[in-house]
């Protein structure tokens, strides 16, 4: 199906930030299409490689979540920094989705629910460290770096990985609105 492309392989990295990796598992549905795309992508770094720091030169970063921590931040301006392309991947990523309704009450709310109300233990104890720090709104990955594509979907849908990665090797431009929509 994509034979006449270039043959040098793409070097593409995935992540997800606040998502529940149900955008990564539509990828993980490509199926056997996977290993077509492997012939001309290299998954660099990923939750499905044990790679442990983000490399250069990253051709396409895909990115699933929002932002909802400083660690975020940091991570989605360190992948902008060292990648040609960045791929917001699903409806948390692009809006902020479900990953944001926690705006409604806001942070501090969030924390007392969760480390007060609810807590059997260690009540009232906000964890300071190892965990990464809430910021006081969660906002989706345009609002951080500038952000090349979107293919919106929750989860995005596997046909519209496939055509979009597939569209991104070819140098072809996808209608992904023939594949998907926000709240799919
Ligand atoms: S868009 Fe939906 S499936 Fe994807 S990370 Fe967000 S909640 Fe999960």
Same mark, same amino acid.
């Given at each position: 199906m994509i034979d006449s492309l270039s043959k040098t392989k793409l070097k593409v990295a995935t992540i997800w930030l606040d998502g529940c990796s149900g955008c990564h598992m539509s990828f993980l549905d490509m199926d056997e299409r996977i290993i077509e795309l492997a012939r001309y992508i290299d998954i660099v770094y990923s939750p499905y490689v044990d790679t442990k720091e983000i490399p250069q030169n990253i #051709?396409?970063? !895909?990115?699933?979540? *929002?932002?909802? @921590? /400083?660690? /975020?931040?940091? !991570?989605?301006?360190?992948?902008? +920094?060292?990648?040609? +392309?960045?791929? *917001?991947? &699903?409806?948390?990523?692009? @809006? &902020?989705?479900?990953?944001?309704?926690?705006?409604?009450? &806001? @942070?501090?709310?969030?924390?007392?629910?969760?480390?007060? #109300?609810? *807590?059997?233990?260690?009540? &009232?104890?906000?964890?300071?460290?190892?965990?990464?720090?809430?910021?006081?709104?969660?906002?989706?990955?345009?609002?951080?770096? #500038? !952000? /090349?594509?979107?293919?919106?979907?929750?989860?995005?849908?596997a046909d519209a990985i496939f055509e979009v990665i597939k569209g991104l090797i070819e140098g072809i431009k996808v209608d992904v609105s023939k594949y998907t929509r926000f709240g799919l």
């Open positions: #051709d396409l970063f !895909i990115v699933e979540g *929002a932002i909802s @921590t /400083d660690h /975020d931040l940091k !991570i989605i301006k360190e992948i902008r +920094k060292n990648s040609k +392309k960045i791929l *917001a991947l &699903g409806d948390c990523a692009i @809006t &902020g989705n479900i990953s944001s309704l926690k705006n409604l009450a &806001g @942070t501090q709310a969030v924390l007392e629910k969760g480390y007060f #109300d609810l *807590a059997d233990l260690n009540k &009232g104890q906000y964890p300071d460290k190892i965990v990464p720090k809430l910021l006081d709104k969660v906002i989706p990955l345009n609002e951080a770096v #500038d !952000i /090349d594509y979107f293919v919106p979907g929750c989860p995005t849908p």
